[in-house]
Protein backbone atom coordinates (compact mmCIF):
# COMPACT_ATOMS: atom_id res chain seq x y z
CA UNK A 1 0.00 0.00 0.00
CA UNK A 2 1.26 3.46 -0.55
CA UNK A 3 1.71 5.85 1.76
CA UNK A 4 -0.49 9.08 1.83
CA UNK A 5 1.33 12.05 2.52
CA UNK A 6 -1.02 15.48 2.03
CA UNK A 7 0.35 18.93 2.36
CA UNK A 8 -2.17 21.25 3.80
CA UNK A 9 -0.82 24.48 2.79
CA UNK A 10 -3.53 26.22 4.61
CA UNK A 11 -3.48 30.32 3.67
CA UNK A 12 0.32 30.26 2.32
CA UNK A 13 2.23 31.05 0.29
CA UNK A 14 0.68 34.74 -0.46
CA UNK A 15 1.71 34.82 -4.14
CA UNK A 16 0.91 32.42 -7.48
CA UNK A 17 4.50 32.71 -8.24
CA UNK A 18 6.01 31.42 -4.82
CA UNK A 19 2.70 28.43 -5.30
CA UNK A 20 3.94 27.42 -8.97
CA UNK A 21 7.52 27.63 -7.33
CA UNK A 22 6.99 24.88 -4.14
CA UNK A 23 4.83 23.13 -6.25
CA UNK A 24 7.04 22.78 -9.12
CA UNK A 25 10.31 21.61 -6.74
CA UNK A 26 7.69 19.03 -4.87
CA UNK A 27 6.11 17.70 -8.11
CA UNK A 28 9.45 16.93 -9.96
CA UNK A 29 10.53 14.70 -6.61
CA UNK A 30 7.19 13.25 -6.48
CA UNK A 31 7.76 11.77 -10.08
CA UNK A 32 10.27 9.46 -9.46
CA UNK A 33 8.40 7.73 -6.26
CA UNK A 34 6.91 4.86 -6.50
CA UNK A 35 5.37 4.43 -2.85
CA UNK A 36 3.81 7.70 -1.97
CA UNK A 37 0.61 8.98 -2.92
CA UNK A 38 1.57 12.63 -2.77
CA UNK A 39 -1.31 15.58 -2.21
CA UNK A 40 -1.36 19.05 -2.32
CA UNK A 41 -3.81 21.32 -0.70
CA UNK A 42 -3.11 25.08 -1.56
CA UNK A 43 -5.54 27.80 -0.66
CA UNK A 44 -8.55 27.15 -3.26
CA UNK A 45 -7.49 30.04 -5.75
CA UNK A 46 -4.31 28.70 -6.18
CA UNK A 47 -6.07 25.29 -7.19
CA UNK A 48 -6.71 25.63 -11.26
CA UNK A 49 -4.05 26.86 -11.97
CA UNK A 50 -1.51 23.87 -10.27
CA UNK A 51 -3.86 21.81 -12.80
CA UNK A 52 -1.12 20.33 -14.38
CA UNK A 53 -0.57 18.02 -11.99
CA UNK A 54 1.53 14.77 -12.79
CA UNK A 55 1.70 12.38 -10.29
CA UNK A 56 0.60 14.84 -7.47
CA UNK A 57 -3.10 14.56 -6.13
CA UNK A 58 -4.82 18.07 -5.41
CA UNK A 59 -7.06 18.78 -2.29
CA UNK A 60 -9.61 21.41 -1.65
CA UNK A 61 -8.64 22.17 2.22
CA UNK A 62 -12.98 22.52 2.70
CA UNK A 63 -16.14 21.81 0.33
CA UNK A 64 -19.52 23.80 0.83
CA UNK A 65 -22.03 21.73 2.31
CA UNK A 66 -24.47 22.04 -0.44
CA UNK A 67 -24.57 21.27 -4.11
CA UNK A 68 -25.61 24.31 -5.28
CA UNK A 69 -27.67 28.00 -3.79
CA UNK A 70 -27.15 31.47 -2.50
CA UNK A 71 -23.93 30.48 -0.77
CA UNK A 72 -21.81 33.70 -0.52
CA UNK A 73 -17.75 33.18 -0.53
CA UNK A 74 -18.62 28.97 -0.48
CA UNK A 75 -17.16 26.71 -3.24
CA UNK A 76 -19.15 23.46 -3.56
CA UNK A 77 -17.74 19.95 -4.24
CA UNK A 78 -18.77 19.51 -8.03
CA UNK A 79 -16.74 22.47 -8.94
CA UNK A 80 -13.58 20.88 -7.24
CA UNK A 81 -13.92 18.01 -8.96
CA UNK A 82 -14.22 20.29 -12.38
CA UNK A 83 -10.99 21.70 -11.43
CA UNK A 84 -9.56 18.18 -10.99
CA UNK A 85 -9.39 18.27 -7.51
CA UNK A 86 -9.46 14.47 -6.10
CA UNK A 87 -9.08 14.74 -1.94
CA UNK A 88 -10.57 17.40 -0.02
CA UNK A 89 -9.88 17.87 4.02
CA UNK A 90 -12.99 17.92 6.23
CA UNK A 91 -13.26 19.51 9.69
CA UNK A 92 -9.71 20.42 10.28
CA UNK A 93 -9.30 22.12 13.46
CA UNK A 94 -8.90 25.48 12.01
CA UNK A 95 -12.56 25.34 10.79
CA UNK A 96 -13.83 24.45 13.78
CA UNK A 97 -12.06 27.13 15.90
CA UNK A 98 -13.93 29.48 13.52
CA UNK A 99 -17.09 27.86 14.36
CA UNK A 100 -18.02 25.18 12.02
CA UNK A 101 -19.90 22.51 14.23
CA UNK A 102 -20.33 18.46 13.73
CA UNK A 103 -23.81 18.59 11.98
CA UNK A 104 -21.83 21.46 9.23
CA UNK A 105 -19.20 19.13 9.05
CA UNK A 106 -21.16 16.20 8.45
CA UNK A 107 -23.14 17.99 5.47
CA UNK A 108 -20.04 18.86 3.99
CA UNK A 109 -18.35 15.25 4.29
CA UNK A 110 -21.24 14.02 2.60
CA UNK A 111 -21.09 16.19 -0.12
CA UNK A 112 -17.37 15.77 -0.49
CA UNK A 113 -18.36 11.91 -0.81
CA UNK A 114 -21.68 12.44 -3.15
CA UNK A 115 -19.75 14.26 -5.61
CA UNK A 116 -16.92 11.45 -5.48
CA UNK A 117 -13.71 13.36 -3.69
CA UNK A 118 -11.39 11.29 -1.36
CA UNK A 119 -12.15 12.62 1.79
CA UNK A 120 -9.85 13.50 4.50
CA UNK A 121 -11.91 13.86 8.11
CA UNK A 122 -10.04 15.72 10.68
CA UNK A 123 -10.20 14.60 14.39
CA UNK A 124 -8.84 15.27 17.56
CA UNK A 125 -8.96 17.00 21.19
CA UNK A 126 -7.85 20.45 21.73
CA UNK A 127 -5.98 19.98 24.95
CA UNK A 128 -3.65 17.00 25.51
CA UNK A 129 -4.58 17.37 29.28
CA UNK A 130 -7.98 16.56 28.13
CA UNK A 131 -8.68 13.35 30.17
CA UNK A 132 -11.69 12.25 28.38
CA UNK A 133 -10.01 13.00 25.22
CA UNK A 134 -10.79 9.44 23.51
CA UNK A 135 -14.36 9.80 24.12
CA UNK A 136 -13.78 13.29 22.32
CA UNK A 137 -12.45 11.97 18.99
CA UNK A 138 -14.48 8.93 18.92
CA UNK A 139 -17.95 11.64 19.22
CA UNK A 140 -16.36 13.95 16.28
CA UNK A 141 -16.29 10.88 14.30
CA UNK A 142 -19.39 9.25 14.92
CA UNK A 143 -21.03 12.78 14.61
CA UNK A 144 -19.53 13.22 11.08
CA UNK A 145 -20.46 9.59 10.02
CA UNK A 146 -23.88 9.78 11.03
CA UNK A 147 -25.98 8.51 8.32
CA UNK A 148 -23.51 8.58 5.74
CA UNK A 149 -23.90 5.33 4.28
CA UNK A 150 -21.61 2.70 4.33
CA UNK A 151 -20.36 2.61 0.47
CA UNK A 152 -18.72 5.87 0.74
CA UNK A 153 -16.20 3.92 3.62
CA UNK A 154 -13.90 3.27 0.18
CA UNK A 155 -13.36 6.63 -0.22
CA UNK A 156 -12.87 8.08 3.76
CA UNK A 157 -9.33 8.94 5.11
CA UNK A 158 -9.20 10.08 8.96
CA UNK A 159 -6.51 12.23 10.41
CA UNK A 160 -6.08 12.37 13.54
CA UNK A 161 -4.98 15.66 14.56
CA UNK A 162 -4.51 16.73 18.55
CA UNK A 163 -4.85 20.35 18.11
CA UNK A 164 -2.27 20.70 20.50
CA UNK A 165 0.43 19.04 18.43
CA UNK A 166 -0.48 21.54 15.30
CA UNK A 167 3.01 23.20 15.21
CA UNK A 168 1.35 26.77 15.71
CA UNK A 169 -0.55 25.76 19.29
CA UNK A 170 3.05 23.47 20.11
CA UNK A 171 6.06 25.42 18.41
CA UNK A 172 6.50 22.38 16.22
CA UNK A 173 6.57 19.74 19.34
CA UNK A 174 4.89 16.51 18.12
CA UNK A 175 2.41 14.12 19.45
CA UNK A 176 4.14 10.55 19.74
CA UNK A 177 4.11 7.58 17.17
CA UNK A 178 3.05 5.38 20.07
CA UNK A 179 -0.02 7.52 21.12
CA UNK A 180 -1.06 7.34 17.33
CA UNK A 181 -0.70 4.16 16.95
CA UNK A 182 -3.19 3.42 20.40
CA UNK A 183 -5.19 6.45 18.63
CA UNK A 184 -4.95 4.34 15.24
CA UNK A 185 -6.41 1.53 17.17
CA UNK A 186 -8.97 3.35 18.58
CA UNK A 187 -10.47 5.62 15.90
CA UNK A 188 -10.66 2.11 14.00
CA UNK A 189 -13.05 0.32 16.32
CA UNK A 190 -15.45 3.44 16.15
CA UNK A 191 -15.50 3.67 12.80
CA UNK A 192 -16.58 -0.45 13.28
CA UNK A 193 -19.68 0.63 15.28
CA UNK A 194 -20.98 2.64 12.68
CA UNK A 195 -19.76 1.21 9.91
CA UNK A 196 -18.86 -2.74 10.37
CA UNK A 197 -15.25 -5.11 10.36
CA UNK A 198 -15.07 -5.06 6.99
CA UNK A 199 -14.41 -0.46 6.61
CA UNK A 200 -13.08 -0.29 9.74
CA UNK A 201 -10.13 -2.46 8.64
CA UNK A 202 -9.55 -0.94 4.94
CA UNK A 203 -9.39 2.92 6.48
CA UNK A 204 -7.05 4.75 6.04
CA UNK A 205 -5.97 6.43 8.97
CA UNK A 206 -3.12 9.20 8.88
CA UNK A 207 -1.08 11.62 11.55
CA UNK A 208 -1.14 15.27 11.69
CA UNK A 209 0.46 17.70 13.84
CA UNK A 210 4.08 18.92 13.74
CA UNK A 211 5.06 16.26 11.14
CA UNK A 212 8.72 17.12 9.45
CA UNK A 213 11.77 15.52 7.77
CA UNK A 214 13.07 14.40 11.06
CA UNK A 215 9.98 12.99 13.06
CA UNK A 216 8.25 12.15 9.95
CA UNK A 217 9.51 8.11 9.83
CA UNK A 218 8.53 7.50 13.25
CA UNK A 219 4.78 8.13 12.57
CA UNK A 220 5.15 6.42 9.17
CA UNK A 221 6.14 3.03 10.95
CA UNK A 222 3.33 3.27 12.45
CA UNK A 223 1.63 -0.44 11.92
CA UNK A 224 -2.00 0.20 10.61
CA UNK A 225 -0.96 4.03 9.77
CA UNK A 226 -1.36 4.92 6.41
CA UNK A 227 0.47 8.20 6.07
CA UNK A 228 0.76 11.83 7.49
CA UNK A 229 -0.78 15.05 7.24
CA UNK A 230 1.81 18.23 7.14
CA UNK A 231 1.27 21.44 7.56
CA UNK A 232 3.99 24.08 7.70
CA UNK A 233 6.80 22.05 7.02
CA UNK A 234 4.87 21.47 3.59
CA UNK A 235 5.52 24.90 2.53
CA UNK A 236 9.55 24.24 2.47
CA UNK A 237 9.78 22.14 -0.71
CA UNK A 238 13.08 20.75 0.42
CA UNK A 239 11.50 19.64 3.59
CA UNK A 240 8.63 18.39 2.20
CA UNK A 241 10.57 16.66 -0.17
CA UNK A 242 12.58 14.28 2.28
CA UNK A 243 9.24 13.51 3.92
CA UNK A 244 8.12 12.14 0.50
CA UNK A 245 11.65 10.26 0.00
CA UNK A 246 11.26 8.44 3.39
CA UNK A 247 7.46 7.68 2.77
CA UNK A 248 8.50 6.20 -0.32
CA UNK A 249 10.80 3.32 1.56
CA UNK A 250 8.55 2.39 4.45
C1 LIG B 1 -2.39 20.89 10.17
O1 LIG B 1 -2.79 21.95 10.64
O2 LIG B 1 -3.12 20.16 9.47
C2 LIG B 1 -1.02 20.50 10.43
C3 LIG B 1 -0.71 19.24 10.35
O3 LIG B 1 -0.18 21.52 10.75
P1 LIG B 1 1.35 21.44 11.23
O4 LIG B 1 2.03 20.35 10.45
O5 LIG B 1 1.89 22.80 10.92
O6 LIG B 1 1.31 21.12 12.67
Known amino acids: MKKLV ?7 PQTVKEAQAIFAKIKSRAARLRGVETVIAPPFIYLPLLKSAGKIKLAAQDVAKDDGGPWTGEISARMLKGVGVSYAIIGHSERREIGEGDDVIREKLYQSLFR ?19 HIVRE ?21 EPVWAISSHSKGKADTPQNF ?25 IYGGSVNAKNAKGFLEVKGGSGVLVGKASLDAREFNKILEIADTI
Open 181 to 205: FEMSIFIRRTVLDVWGKSAALRLPI
Open 140 to 160: QIKKALRGIPRYFASKTIIAY
Open 116 to 134: GLKSVLCVGEKEKSQEAFP
Open 6 to 12: IANWKMA
